[in-house]
């Protein structure tokens, strides 16, 4: 039972390039979320989507783009990497986003931006 | 906007005490209040989900109540073994949002 998978776990850029942080999931979730993590300020949402073909932003949404074509699949893309989008990213997913259902987590990209 | 908030942000005791973690929350319209465990290096994995209409919520040596009109709740664990030693997060769903909004945590350390 895979639950929530995250590839990479670790990469490193420099300014300016572009890359996509993928995120599946075999639960058959509806919803699923992109946060990002940083020391001292929690989890905050990047981007989110309730289902195929809808996603919407989150509090932290510039620089980053997601498209959900597939139920299982929620890819995070990062257009011109910045030194301040280094940070640990985190996908989840729930059953619906009205769920009692807890939300599961992957175990994180670290990302670096040199 | 909701903000959470978790205190303190470390906390160390020896093997075998009770402890509690505090969580307390701006707007108490939320939906629900989730308990998360963070160990080094890994994601999140949630320990317990209180609904707004509940008071608390226990499994094996973890409880956590919620005061939704005070906006505070606690993660109370008894007889704390080295094991536990993790980041521990509340994150609330506010009633009418989509997202969870998160505290910073509190790293706990059980000493053996």
């Known amino acids: ?114 | 906007k909701q903000e959470v908030t978790q205190i303190p942000a470390a906390l160390s005791v020896p093997e075998g005490e009770n402890l509690v973690l505090n969580c307390s929350f701006t707007d108490s319209a939320i939906y629900n209040l989730q308990w998360f465990r963070q160990d080094p290096g890994k994601g999140l994995t949630s320990l317990l989900l209180i609904q707004s209409s509940q008071r608390e919520q226990t499994s094996g040596r973890l409880n956590a109540s919620l005061d939704k009109s005070s906006g505070r709740s606690t993660l109370y664990i008894a007889a704390s073994q080295p094991g536990d030693s993790a980041t521990y997060l509340c994150a609330v769903r506010p009633g009418s949002a989509r997202q969870l909004t998160f505290g910073s945590g509190t790293q706990l350390t059980v000493l053996p």
């Open chain 1, 1 to 114: 039972n895979a639950g929530v998978t995250q590839t990479p776990k670790f990469q490193v850029l420099k300014t300016g390039q572009s890359m996509t942080l993928q995120c599946a999931q075999d639960m058959n979730h509806e919803y699923m979320s992109w946060y990002r993590q940083d020391p001292g300020m929690g989890l905050r949402l990047i981007h989110y989507s309730v289902g195929a073909g809808i996603t919407d932003q989150g509090e932290v949404p510039n620089g980053y783009n997601v498209s959900r074509s597939t139920t299982e699949d929620f890819p995070l893309r990062l257009l011109s990497a910045a030194p301040s989008q280094t940070s640990v990213y985190f996908c989840a997913s729930s059953y619906s986003r009205a769920s009692n259902q807890p939300q599961h987590f992957g175990d994180g990209t670290r990302l670096s931006i040199l």
